[in-house]
């Protein structure tokens, strides 16, 4: 082996790794910030932590009831305090283009099943009630992305997105 190679490698993998370190420390898009936000959303549903969860809506929420940040929220923890154990998977995240008004449309599919039933749908291949959210999200002043309007519908499996589809099948094996 002459003496060349291994300079040649060790170059070749210090490139390689300060590529990687670089795109590691590079910013998080707007569309990842908006997935983050709606995983944000289910980690505190779950955690029944209601006032995080109002945190994460604009000052100027309106869903498609006409119901505010706060009407929302108690819609929410009315839903919580009827059910033991709330699990909530987000199946899928469509983001659309961020536009000039610092808004962006949002398509979000979750399942949510509850209580100690969660292991028996494991065993019985059920994945629980389905959901499509429609979601406006827009940057704050913060910059920080929050829930701006939103409307769902409880939908089927044969309805759902191809992605949330695979990541059921992933949660659900024998679906």
Known sequence: MSPRRPVRFTAAAALAAALALGMSCAEASDEDLIRELVEEAA??????????????FAADYEDFEGRDAAGTVRLIADHLAR?????????????????TDGRAEVESE????????????????????YYRFRIEAIRVASGEWRFAYAEWRAVGTVDLFPESLAVLRKLFPDL
């Open 43 to 56: 980690a505190r549903a779950e955690e029944r932590d209601v006032e995080a969860l109002g945190a994460l």
């Open 83 to 99: 059910r033991r154990g709330v699990v909530v998977h987000v199946l899928g995240v469509r983001v659309g283009a961020v536009g």
């Open 110 to 129: 979750v399942a949510l099943s509850h209580g100690a039933a969660e292991m028996l749908r494991r065993l019985v291949r059920l994945g629980g009630e």
